[in-house]
């Protein structure tokens, strides 16, 4: 697809005047195309038919309670690493027994919110909250079951800050430790450790860790069964990676993942949990700006966008690349731009030295492959407010999120009108 016909569909994205929505909500806007992630879920449902098998969404790609409401009523489950996303999953309406906890770091508050809510499994980052767990839910009078989320050590070949399954990361129990926990599970009475997960990374582009990984976790699985450990599911995570960068970015195949994962785990007469979430949601996204002013410095010339780093912050975080696509008129020549925002750091960048169509102030850009790790993972740094979202479906949208006011912004905050004591 060439760059004006890419420009050309984002414009009329959805079926959707996109500069004309752009003047009615304003920018920064986050669109997402249902049709997109309509496809996605229905590729999963697909290749996973007639199998053992269940997808907990990732929430923590994309935590728009439209968004989830969507997922869940396509018949997924929920993947949560907090309380704050059990409670967005819950009002979404997926059913507490459709949702797996993970995360390294649950609280005791935490933790007793989703017993409360009768979750349907934990999965287990340490012997400490093994224990932590298993008091909380002898307390309530509960069975709690329960995954070892256990740490394969293979390099994902992915961003060093989104590599989780090595073993100087913070996630999982190493094998040994997993072997001495599940021979030792009748010391916690209050749990049912009868599950393995892993996830080693995101934005994975080759399938050969992933192939490393599960051929490790079908190994030790087999190991513990032989044991005479009972296995009623296997979480493979999630990871699968996407197309940021048109042309270079070739991720695996659908397909050919779900290969290696049924591959792996022939024979296994359990469950098989699948947690995506970068895969559902990134190329249906869109971040929308307007162009605040080109200034030309010595050397360099800046497009100087009203989104920034507070808005989007995989560049300046990860150096990640997002496809940039101006929506203006084919056939224009070529610049060479540095794409910022109005941020005061120099970290707020969404790409240097970009080669794009020249553009104008006051025309418009998309910024691709945001529907992940965009908006969930947005602020308010510089006092900006929290941008839009709106969901594009059969040439009409949805707000799904109202542009945060300056009200909603300091609501929480108060001035020295009551001086507290411990």
């Known amino acids: 697809m060439t760059d004006s016909t890419r420009a050309g569909a984002l414009a009329t994205l959805g079926g959707v005047d996109v500069p004309a929505l752009a003047a009615r909500e304003g920018t920064p806007l986050y669109l997402y195309d249902a049709a997109a992630i309509d496809a996605r879920i229905a590729a999963l449902k697909a290749g996973l038919a007639g199998r053992r098998a269940r997808v907990c969404y990732a929430v923590k790609a994309n935590s728009s309670r439209a968004i989830l409401a969507r997922i869940a009523a396509a018949g997924l489950g929920a993947d949560i690493v907090s309380e704050g996303e059990m409670r967005r999953a819950l009002a979404a309406g997926f059913r507490p027994e459709d949702i797996v906890f993970s995360g390294v770091g649950k609280t005791r508050t935490e933790i007793q919110a989703a017993l409360e809510h009768g979750v349907g499994r934990f999965n287990a980052e340490s012997i400490e909250e093994l224990d932590l767990l298993d008091a909380l839910a002898a307390a309530r009078g509960v069975s709690a079951a329960v995954a070892l989320r256990v740490n394969p050590d293979v390099d994902a070949r992915t961003h060093a800050k ?210 992940a790790y965009g908006m969930s993972m947005a602020s308010t740094y510089n006092s900006r407010q929290l941008p839009a979202e709106v969901l594009l479906e059969r040439g009409g949208y949805y707000l799904i999120r109202r542009r945060q006011s300056w009200e909603e912004m300091t609501a929480g905050e108060s001035l020295l009108q009551e001086r507290r004591t411990t």
């Open 162 to 371: 989104i590599s989780t399954g090595k073993a100087e990361n913070k996630f999982g129990i190493a094998l040994d430790q997993a072997r001495a926990i599940f021979r030792d599970a009748a010391r916690w009475t209050a749990l049912r450790i009868d599950g393995l997960h892993a996830h080693i990374g995101s934005q994975l582009l080759t399938l050969d860790p992933i192939r490393e990984a599960v051929a490790r976790m079908a190994a030790f699985g087999r190991e513990l069964q032989g044991a005479g450990t009972v296995l009623r599911s296997i979480d493979v995570g999630g990871g699968l990676g996407v197309c940021y960068r048109a042309g270079h970015d070739h991720p695996p195949a659908l397909e050919d993942y779900l290969a290696a994962v049924f591959g792996a785990f022939e024979g296994f007469d359990g469950e098989l949990v699948f947690e995506p979430g970068r895969w559902l949601m990134a190329e249906a996204g869109i971040l929308l700006a307007r162009v605040v002013r080109v200034k030309r410095g010595d050397t360099r010339r800046f497009l100087v966008l009203d989104a920034a780093m507070n808005d989007l912050i995989r560049p300046s975080l990860y150096e990640a690349w997002h496809d940039i696509v101006p929506l203006v008129p084919a056939n224009r020549p070529l610049r060479e731009y540095d794409v910022v925002g109005p941020v005061c750091e120099t970290g707020d960048t969404f790409a240097q030295g970009r080669v794009l169509p020249e553009v104008e102030a006051d025309e418009l850009v998309a910024i691709c492959g945001a529907g």
